[in-house]
């Protein structure tokens, strides 16, 4: 993925086509979805494990919203830039989204329902982080129901693209939260601190799911220096996100691949500390290790749907990411 991102950076021809199939990959998977609706009768989405009723969930949350000009509105009263994801959203300003049931253009059931469950367990105040918070998409959907319900909304974000961060920051604005309710930094969430080297990209919006390079050899860092392509950026670690927070309500993940190894080396902190997990799981492997990791440490899983896989000639490949929602028992009783 790096060296196509230095060609594309390279050659702007490619740089451009490079863009275009992200945009058609993005189209492609809505409508794979649909069609699987069409042709079976019923989404892949709607299929999903849960001791949790997660569609009374969404519908306890959802609200009669209003249309806003320039924006797209969703069943929460969530107002999104269409410029934020220009390849699908870009014909829908104005428009209020129904309940996503199963599944809308960026989530499913089982995400929208372990979302807005750590909300419901919350108590006073509603506190989370999102890893690689991107636009600040959980931010915003579990930060504008809190404050529905009452609750003083804490929202904190990490993102390793500058310009995805200023979405955020955008985002957080246009739905109504105070500086003094959000906290952006722009880095690479990890258990412990170091640095990464984040690829660079000239148009935000464009591609989502770069990958980070976490403690780089000092050739490679010399290498990322002198071609300009990568944002050498600081490793921030959990507890660094949480200081001064005794309680985290929400912890979303979506890391693009290194959720297990963080889970593993935070396990500690997060029994302590972390009342809820959402994470997007990167491949069944990862799934795997997160059953053994939360399972050991007394965790309870309430919704799950596992990672959806093409089966290719060269093996499964994952065409949309995993779901798994974790309650801590010691912070959240049933």
């Not at 419901?120 to 105040?125: H, I, N, R």
């Not at 993102?159 to 109504?176: L, V």
């Not at 093409?310 to 929602?325: E, F, I, R, S």
């Amino acid at each position: 993925m790096n060296l196509l991102h230095a060609a594309a950076r390279a050659f702007p021809p490619l740089r451009r086509l490079h863009g275009s199939r992200n945009q058609l990959a993005a189209k492609l998977a809505v409508a794979e979805a649909e069609l699987n609706h069409a042709v079976r009768g019923s989404s892949p989405f709607s299929f999903y494990n849960s001791r949790i009723d997660a569609v009374a969930t969404m519908h306890r949350h959802a609200v009669q919203s209003e249309a806003r000009p320039g924006y797209l509105v969703n069943f929460l009263g969530v107002a999104i830039d269409p410029k934020f994801f220009p390849a699908i959203l870009d014909d829908r300003a104005g428009q209020v989204e129904p309940i996503p049931i199963p599944a809308n253009w960026h989530a499913d059931i089982a995400e929208w329902a372990a979302a807005l469950r750590a909300v419901d367990l919350a108590k006073k105040t509603f506190t989370m982080i999102e890893l690689g918070c991107g636009w600040g998409c959980w931010m915003n959907n579990t930060g504008v129901a809190a404050r529905r319900l009452g609750l003083k909304p804490t929202l904190i974000g990490i993102e390793g693209d500058p310009g995805h961060i200023e979405f955020a920051r955008e985002a957080c604005a246009a739905n109504g939260f105070e500086p003094s309710e959000v906290e952006l930094h722009h880095g690479v969430a990890g258990a412990k601190a170091g640095v990464a080297l984040f690829p660079r990209q000239d148009n935000a919006g464009e591609t989502w799911g770069l990958e980070p390079l976490f403690n780089p050899s000092a050739a490679a860092l010399k290498a990322a220096r002198a071609s300009g392509d990568f944002d050498e950026l600081p490793v921030i670690g959990l507890e660094t996100l949480a200081a001064g927070h005794k309680r985290i309500d929400l912890l979303h993940v979506d890391i693009q691949g290194g959720e297990a190894d963080l889970i593993e080396d935070s396990m500690s902190f997060l029994s302590k500390a972390v009342a809820y997990v959402l994470i997007g799981t990167h491949s069944r492997e990862i799934e795997g290790r997160l059953f053994q990791a939360f399972g050991a440490a007394g965790w309870m899983l309430e919704i799950e749907r596992p990672a959806i896989l093409a089966l290719t000639d060269k093996g499964p490949k994952v065409t949309v990411d995993g779901v798994q929602g974790w309650r801590n028992p010691k912070l959240s009783p049933e």
